[in-house]
């Protein structure tokens, strides 16, 4: 994983002006259903608290870029499940897991709305749960409302944390 994080780390502190975009591009990634499960951008995503905190990159910034990836890549995710239904599964890298469309299914009936809200916090529920709500024809007003407010949460806990250690060992310094 390290053989992952370390470029993109080292090329955000040499290019801070590039930091929105990436943390987009790796949100996006993270969120979308099919990218997420070959795309390892958690750990990268979680890099980028201390990496904006100890280089002065500002912090609201990249929340809002990080939440507007996973908006999209959820979104998105919705779309191919809501136009490709049961032909999903069927799809690699879906038809190498089989078992996360009915785990998603699963969550998803038992938790109604809020599986949008909680399966973001939970990496393979992540990639199945948007799809599985486009599946069933989820109302899209509910789905996008769960799926704003959440990437927002998400993104905060994910950065957040990491933004204080780093203004905290700057400060050290």
């Not at 987009?24 to 958690?42: G, I, N, R, T």
């Not at 529920?125 to 769960?146: D, E, H, N, Y």
Request: proline fraction near 8%.
């Amino acid at each position: 994983m390290e053989a992952y994080v370390t470029p993109v780390i080292e090329f955000v502190k040499a290019n801070q002006a590039w930091a929105p975009a990436i943390i987009f591009a790796l949100c996006f990634a993270e969120s979308l259903a099919v990218l997420s499960l070959v795309v390892p951008a958690w750990a990268m995503i979680v890099a980028f608290g201390p990496l904006i905190g100890t280089t002065g990159i500002p912090f609201w910034p990249i929340l809002a870029a990080a939440a507007l990836g996973a908006i999209l890549g959820d979104a998105v995710s919705y779309w191919f499940g809501y136009v490709f239904k049961d032909r999903i599964g069927k799809i690699w890298p879906l038809s190498r897991h089989p078992d996360l469309l009915p785990k998603g299914q699963a969550f998803f009936d038992r938790w109604g709305v809020w599986a949008i809200f909680i399966g973001r916090f939970s990496g393979p529920l992540r990639a199945s749960v948007p799809l599985v709500a486009g599946m069933l024809a989820m109302p899209q007003w509910k789905f996008q409302i769960a799926n704003i407010l959440s990437a927002f949460v998400w993104a905060g806990a994910l950065l957040a944390p990491g933004n204080m250690l780093g203004q905290y060992l700057k400060a050290l310094h």
